[in-house]
């Protein structure tokens, strides 16, 4: 029995012998295991994320008519004093008639953007192609934004440049029957209106919404002019006025100025000067990138609190003016050769990669400009004959390039060795 037990623990010992040396052989003979990335140009903004507060100079459009309202012109569209901007319908269906002469408008629009001119030949049909797939490309870049009203606003520029196609391809004429077909449709509909109707114009020229928030008497212009910190707590913890959004059809933003406060600590605000530009990420708006400059600083010497009001007069088309939102300050914007924290070394005091230039292992300089997520944004390389130009595509024998193959893991790899 003691024979036996002598006999399976040698047998034991010899096995692990005999993997030991088969693994040592396999290391030996497979050769240098590295694992490789390929450099690539990469930008990125640093933002800073901030409460906000938007203020703007609105006139509610008030009514004391009760029934259904059918809004006649587009949100954020600029009206002249005295258009007729909506209409209260006693009846329920006149008002869903109103809609459908809407949509009758809307379609005419397009259709009369949709003819061409005579004399258009199909060498213009590679220009109509071009605009199909860029209008394409902004709609789905729109969709991947989460920003579907943008994607459904270009869905008119789309179906025109369509439209302008087939008139080419088909050779067919323009759509002035299409066109006579709906207006007698309208005709026909507008024959039907019978209920009674309330009309509402715009007291003031303006930019009609047809939202009201309730807000439009509190964050106003006019109290930016004398704003102080406890002032915009008060404004901070205010709820919508429910009197003005059940007695409103609406509302004029009186001029396109509108202005942004937000809340900053006094070492961050003294990073701001009057009248520079800012560029600020509007999520609410599908991370759309605006401009604002700063208009005014409130601070108070017992708080380190200060408040910076910034302006601009850009209004996109579909954005969001949500009253409180979240907003994001781009700081910095940095832009350069992308590789992982992995991949950077230190060889002669010089911090580096190691790249491969065929088999062989050589060092290439790099200055690290930010760090994000696990890899280095990195200086591009300088052309030394032509110093003042950033070029991504110059080639560096020295230094970190875009597509260096570059080591980002393996054992025992040093400047001038060759890979097996």
Request: charged fraction near 25%; glycine fraction near 6%; include cysteine.
């Amino acid at each position: 029995m003691k024979g036996q037990t002598i006999k399976q623990l040698g047998m034991t010992l010899l096995s692990v012998v005999l993997i030991c040396y088969l693994v040592l052989q396999l290391v030996l003979n497979v050769g240098d295991i590295v694992e490789l990335e390929y450099v690539t140009f990469i930008s990125t903004a640093k933002k800073i994320e901030l409460k906000a507060f938007v203020f703007r100079d609105e006139v509610v459009l008030t009514t004391a008519a009760a029934g259904t309202n059918c809004f006649l012109v587009e949100e954020g569209e600029k009206v002249k004093k005295g258009v007729k901007v909506a209409a209260t319908y006693s009846e329920a269906t006149d008002a869903n008639v109103r809609e459908r002469i809407k949509e009758i408008n809307a379609k005419i629009a397009v259709l009369e953007k949709s003819g061409i001119s005579s004399g258009t030949s199909t060498t213009d049909l590679s220009k109509i192609d071009a605009n199909i797939s860029s209008i394409m490309l902004d709609i789905i870049k729109a969709v991947d934004n989460n920003d579907l009203e943008k994607a459904i606003r270009n869905k008119d520029a789309l179906t025109i440049q369509i439209n302008r196609r087939q008139v080419l391809i088909l050779s067919q004429k323009n759509y002035e029957t299409k066109i006579k077909e709906l207006e007698n449709e309208k005709t026909a509909l507008e024959a039907t209106l019978t209920g009674a109707s309330v009309a509402h114009v715009a007291n003031k020229p303006g930019y009609f919404y047809s939202v009201v928030d309730g807000y439009e008497n509190s964050f106003t212009k006019a109290k930016l002019q004398s704003l102080s910190i406890a002032e915009m707590d008060t404004l901070s913890h205010m709820v919508p006025d429910q009197g003005i959004i059940n007695d409103s059809v609406g509302k004029l933003v009186l001029t396109p100025d509108w202005y942004l406060v937000c809340e900053v600590d006094k070492r961050t605000a003294s990073g701001f000067t009057l009248g520079r530009k800012s560029d600020f990420a509007f999520p609410y708006s599908g991370g759309q990138v605006l401009g604002l400059s700063l208009l005014r600083t409130v601070s108070q010497t017992d708080l380190d609190r200060v408040l910076l009001i910034f302006t601009t007069n850009a209004m996109p088309e579909g954005f969001n003016y949500t009253r409180a939102q979240t907003v994001e300050l781009i700081s910095d914007t940095y832009e350069g050769l992308k590789v992982s924290v992995s991949a950077l070394r230190i060889n002669n005091g010089e911090t580096g990669v190691y790249a491969l230039r065929g088999n062989k292992v050589i060092f290439k300089k790099a200055t690290v400009l930010y760090e994000e997520n696990g890899y280095y944004i990195c200086q591009l390389p300088t052309d030394p004959d032509f110093p003042n130009i950033k070029n991504k595509a110059y080639f560096s024998k020295t230094n970190l390039s875009l597509y260096d193959a570059v080591i980002s893991s393996g054992r025992n790899i040093f400047e001038g060795k060759t890979l097996q």
